[in-house]
C-alpha cells in the first residue's frame, strides 16, 4: 500500500523558515518524480515544485522560485521542500505527490501558517 506522510508544518512569522518532509512507503520511489502542491483557504490546489527522480532536475512555482527548495533523499524514500522567506500568502495546507504508472497518490497533508 503506497503511502505519502508529510511533516514539518507549522506556525511561522513572515520571513522565517519551515522545512516540510514526505516520507514514501509501500514501494521504492528512486525511479519516479515527485512534487510539492499546495491549497490556500478558498482557493484551489496549485503546483508548487517538482523533481526529477535522479534529483538533479528541479522546477518551481514562481511564486516560490528563490524562497523554496526541493530536494530528495531516495535512500530514505524522501523529498523535502526547504521554505526560506515566507510570506502570508504562503499559508496553505501543502501536500507531496508522486505519479506512478498505476495511478497518482497524494499525502493528505500538512498545514503551513504563516503570519504577517
Known amino acids: 500500500q503506497v503511502q505519502l506522510v508529510e511533516s514539518g508544518g507549522g506556525l511561522v512569522q513572515a520571513g522565517g523558515s519551515l522545512r516540510l518532509s514526505c516520507v514514501a512507503s509501500?514501494?521504492?520511489?528512486?525511479?519516479?518524480?515527485m512534487a510539492w502542491f499546495r491549497q490556500a483557504p478558498g482557493k484551489e490546489r496549485e503546483f508548487v515544485a517538482h523533481i526529477k527522480w535522479s534529483g538533479v532536475y528541479t522546477n518551481y512555482a514562481d511564486s516560490v522560485k528563490g524562497r523554496f527548495t526541493i530536494s530528495r533523499d531516495n535512500a530514505k524514500n524522501t523529498v523535502y521542500l526547504e521554505m526560506n522567506r515566507l510570506k502570508a500568502e504562503d499559508t496553505a495546507v501543502y501536500y507531496c505527490?508522486?505519479?506512478?504508472?498505476?495511478?497518482?497518490?497524494w499525502g493528505k497533508g500538512i498545514l503551513v501558517t504563516v503570519s504577517s
Open positions: 505527490n508522486v505519479n506512478l504508472p498505476s495511478r497518482e497518490y
Open positions: 509501500g514501494r521504492s520511489f528512486s525511479n519516479y518524480n
